[in-house]
């Protein structure tokens, strides 16, 4: 069982930065790949961000230039800083780790953006 716990998240003006964190319970280097999802309100759940363990990235076209995904498995950490903000950043915003068989959730953090 891993156990995923975010933090960072906050409220912040539009144009402002946020740097989300996701810590897991054990060693992250044998999840295939970390992820930033995101849910606002009457919304689907949506991929904001993922790496692999090769380091290998991919961003919604949303927060392409603003939003950056790393990882950091000396850590077991997985991090999103995000710049310049919208009010349509406005989610919760959940990590998720996937093996080959199996994937875990962490609980979400809000992140807020007034205009």
């Known amino acids: 069982q891993v156990q995923l716990v975010e933090s960072g998240g906050g409220l912040v003006q539009a144009g402002g930065s946020l740097r989300l964190s996701c810590a897991a319970s054990?060693?992250?280097?044998?999840?295939?790949?970390m992820g930033w999802y995101r849910q606002a309100p009457g919304k689907q759940r949506e991929l904001v961000a993922s790496i692999t363990n090769g380091g290998v990235t991919n961003y919604a076209d949303s927060v392409k230039g603003r939003f950056t995904i790393s990882r950091d498995n000396a850590k077991n950490t997985v991090y999103l800083q995000m710049n310049s903000l919208i009010p349509g950043d406005t989610a919760v915003y959940y990590c998720?780790?996937?093996?080959?068989?199996?994937?875990?959730w962490g609980q979400g953090t809000q992140v807020t953006v007034s205009s």
């Open positions: 998720k780790a996937i093996y080959p068989n199996r994937y875990y």
């Open positions: 054990g060693s992250i280097f044998s999840i295939n790949v």
